[in-house]
């Protein structure tokens, strides 16, 4: 199982500015939980998302001599993919592609083709610099805007990636409307394609949903979980109103339920549930 906790996630759309201090203190909390990945920040234009404008004096602030977790920063384009590269204590970045036209002018100003181009010279970045590129399929399940979308379409961008060493794709479900059923087809169908590659979940979800969600997922093959403590977040370019992120103590619920180990220090992942009532006010 691999869990990655999203402070960034659950940060970036917070109605007021988290000061750089209370971030900093609630992820060195969050890597002593024994968490993967924990995706912490994000090198964006701070007129875009501002509040992650202090992504680089966060990671300076941070202690990650005696953690396993490993820090993840997201990017949108050459400059950023260059400016978290810089970061030896970062090890992946992480590219929003989306399935959509519509959302990915939304997310990142560029079309699909556009957006392509950028992967690619952000995935030539990782490699000189010893960086592993993430790549996020957005509306990965379907998008409320009506542009196409099927099964072989899902395949098809996930073939390309592979075709340029992505080894770690992560399918999102950004508005939080995709059914067990489409999340159960999608996981199947990619994980039995493509072996050799990391297929992750990014979920959207409300709290009655997101259970089934992990279980249609989880079914299908998926060992890699996106999260965020309390279902914090959502994009803030999908809609109007978020539709957060699945909560961290919901895929442990499932976990224990199933008696699957998750490997985290459980007395210290309660403790950054209460530590996060001081940093999401």
């Not at 004096?57 to 202690?63: H, S």
């Not at 999608?186 to 994980?191: D, G, K, L």
Request: aromatic content about 8%; overall charge negative.
């Amino acid at each position: 199982m691999q869990i990655v906790e999203c402070p960034r996630d659950a940060m970036q759309g917070w109605h007021s500015f988290i000061p750089t201090q209370d971030k900093i203190k609630y992820i060195n909390e969050l890597l002593k939980v024994g968490f993967h990945t924990i995706d912490f920040g994000s090198f964006v234009s701070p007129k875009a998302i501002p509040q992650m404008k202090d992504t680089a004096e966060v990671l300076a602030g941070l202690d990650l001599d005696n953690t396993k977790s490993e820090l993840l920063a997201i990017v949108a384009n050459l400059r950023g993919a260059n400016d978290a590269a810089e970061h030896n204590e970062i090890k992946y970045l992480g590219f929003p592609l989306s399935l959509s036209e519509t959302f990915q002018l939304r997310n990142t100003n560029k079309s699909i083709k556009e957006a392509k181009e950028s992967l690619k010279e952000i995935q030539d970045v990782c490699q000189r610099n010893n960086k592993i590129l993430v790549t996020y399929l957005s509306m990965g399940f379907g998008n409320p805007y009506n542009d196409p979308y099927n099964a072989d379409y899902l395949l098809e961008f996930t073939r390309e990636l592979e075709q340029i060493g992505v080894s770690i794709v992560s399918l999102s479900d950004t508005v939080g409307s995709a059914s067990p059923e489409e999340i159960k087809q999608a996981f199947e169908n990619t994980t039995r394609e493509f072996p050799d590659i990391t297929i992750g979940a990014h979920f959207h979800s409300t709290p009655d949903k997101a259970l089934e969600k992990i279980s249609a997922a989880y079914d299908a093959g998926c060992r890699r979980f996106d999260s965020a403590i309390r279902g914090f977040g959502g994009c803030p370019m999908a809609k109007d109103d978020l539709t957060g992120n699945i909560a961290t103590e919901t895929i442990l619920q499932y976990l224990g339920k199933n008696n699957i180990d998750s490997g985290l220090d459980n007395d210290q992942f309660n403790a950054c549930i209460k530590a996060s009532a001081s940093v999401f006010v």
